[in-house]
């Protein structure tokens, strides 16, 4: 059980990184080295600390189930190598897997370029009592599609005026509010990772065998265009924050600090939702005890 004291200091700990009105949000302002009040000298226990709140969303996990109001939406996005799959896998590792999806947005299908950008997404939304996990999202249409724009004459889109980015904050925006209305919370995770430590985690990459596989020459081509990523990801979270489906801007460049903030954040999501176990009538009440009866004179 998550007191009073603790949800104030898991709010105090992600306002920082929390963003619901994007009007005067500059990237360049939050730190991809910020470890808040924490030296590194702490990740031991920002670490212990993690493990104790993945036993918390164990239980609001539960909660969220029998509540059956609400389905919750996560969406990941980042740069390559900022840690997306590693927070995911630690941040959930408690949680009953029957009840979490999580869903990997590569390039579009052909089937997927003959409908609408939000198609895909949308047929793999959480039902109410679960999670939705997305590992890249919707988002990438402002995003890889914004960089590399001869993406959209694959999408065979009929003539339009210009402003198409413009169109497509607005359609997320009135999306993620329809979704709100029908119960399913969206919390956004921009993972903010340097330049500088996307290369060493490249190189890592490059010298371990183990982790050749992890890396593409696709991830160099893409680094070409980091400054018009950073721009790309700034006028997103400028135009899709809001109070109902906030932009979480997360450090990464130190793993340990960026699945606490993670954590915390999901944590707060489900506080919010003021989740319980349903209550049980009188009548319902009646029939357990006579099946406790009956048990108990088998």
């Not at 980015?165 to 399913?184: A, P, T, V």
Request: with cysteine.
């Amino acid at each position: 059980m998550i007191t009073d004291k603790q949800a104030e200091k898991i709010q105090k700990f992600i306002k920082p990184y929390r963003i619901t009105d994007g009007k005067s949000f500059k990237l360049k302002d939050i730190d991809p080295d910020d470890t808040g009040d924490f030296s590194k000298n702490d990740k031991d226990r920002l670490t212990e600390a993690l493990d104790e709140g993945i036993a918390q969303l164990r239980e609001l996990q539960e909660k969220l189930y029998a509540d059956d109001k609400w389905g919750v939406l996560l969406i990941f996005q980042a740069m390559d190598a900022a840690g997306k799959d590693g927070a995911i896998k630690h941040v959930f590792s408690g949680i009953n897997p029957q009840g979490c999806q999580v869903n990997s947005f590569k390039s579009p299908s052909s089937e997927e370029l003959d409908h609408d950008f939000l198609w895909r997404c949308m047929k793999n939304l959480p039902e109410r009592g679960r999670f939705g996990i997305f590992n890249r999202s919707y988002y990438e249409e402002v995003l890889v599609v914004r960089v590399h724009p001869e993406y959209l004459n694959a999408q065979k889109l009929p003539a339009t005026e210009d402003n198409i980015w413009k169109k497509r904050f607005q359609d997320i925006s009135q999306f993620e509010k329809y979704l709100h209305h029908n119960g399913i919370l969206v919390r956004k995770f921009f993972l903010h990772v340097s330049k500088k430590e996307q290369k060493k985690r490249f190189l890592e990459r490059l010298d371990k065998p183990e982790k050749n596989w992890k890396f593409s020459q696709a991830d160099v081509k893409e680094r070409q265009h980091w400054e018009e990523y950073m721009g790309a990801y700034e006028d997103m979270i400028r135009n899709t924050a809001s109070e109902n489906a906030p932009w979480f801007v997360v450090p990464a460049d130190n793993k340990w600090y960026t699945r606490a903030v993670v954590g915390a954040a999901v944590i707060d999501a489900l506080l919010s939702l003021k989740l319980d176990f349903p209550k049980v009538d009188k009548k319902h009440l009646e029939e357990l005890e006579a099946a406790r009866e009956a048990l108990l004179n088998e």
